[in-house]
Antibody, heavy 119, light 107 residues
């Protein structure tokens, strides 16, 4: 059974870079059948897709975040990562990683990790 | 960018009753629509994809319908474990976007 687990700092200072890693177990990140995605949810609010990466390295980003986002894959560790630069309080959210079918619905999701942006 | 609008924001239903949730897309997304359920403190769970196909392990009381711009998620007989927030998501084009959610609460 595929499982995803987010990891990274729970607190990031304003203007710095938020860095998270998603570790995939029970399956290979190098499968050609899937994308790997980051999605976030501010406290009490809805879901926002951040971006997705294909095993080949092709990336797709939300235009609203594109200038600040980099998603990368680490095949040897079966991980993929999110870097979000120049963060502000508006970036405070639960960050989820998820597998996306090539048609781009998300299943399964990681448990999520809360990242607060504060000085 | 595709805007997904869900209604109502909150739906109050008694256990055993039927719940009907709506999702509208600002442009046609064909049948490229998914539904998710999220319970407090949990990550979302895929219920429906392709507008009407139940994901693995999802009970038959959940059904999806629609195409183009109008979609419906129906829960035929609400169980206690179904009280949650439901989100729709299109995957017709980049960027992928979600609706704002419908909270199904106990009446």
């Amino acid at each position: 059974q595929l499982q995803l687990q987010e990891s990274g700092p729970g607190l990031v200072r304003p203007s710095e870079t938020l860095s998270l890693t998603c570790t995939v177990s029970g399956g290979s990140i190098s499968s050609s059948s899937y994308y790997w995605a980051w999605i976030r949810q501010p406290p009490g609010k809805g879901l926002e897709w951040i971006g997705s990466i294909y095993y080949s390295g092709s990336t797709f980003y939300n235009p609203s975040l594109k200038s600040r986002v980099i998603i990368s894959v680490k095949m040897s560790k079966n991980q993929f990562s999110l870097n979000l630069s120049s963060v502000t309080a508006a970036d405070t959210a639960v960050y989820y990683c998820a597998r996306a079918d090539v048609n781009n619905w998300f299943d399964p999701w990681g448990q999520g990790t809360l990242v607060a942006v504060s000085s | 960018e595709m805007v997904m609008t869900q209604s109502p924001a909150t739906l109050s239903v008694s256990p055993g009753e039927r719940a009907t949730l709506s999702c509208r897309a600002s442009q046609s997304v064909s049948s490229n629509l998914a539904w998710y359920q999220q319970k407090p403190g949990q990550s979302p769970r895929l219920l429906i994809y392709g507008a009407s196909t139940r994901a693995t392990g999802i009970p038959a009381r959940f059904s999806g319908s629609g195409s183009g711009t109008e979609f419906t998620l129906t829960i035929s007989s609400l169980q206690s474990e179904d009280f949650a927030v439901y989100f729709c998501q299109h995957y017709n084009s980049w960027p992928l976007t979600f609706g704002g959610g419908t909270k199904v609460e106990i009446e």
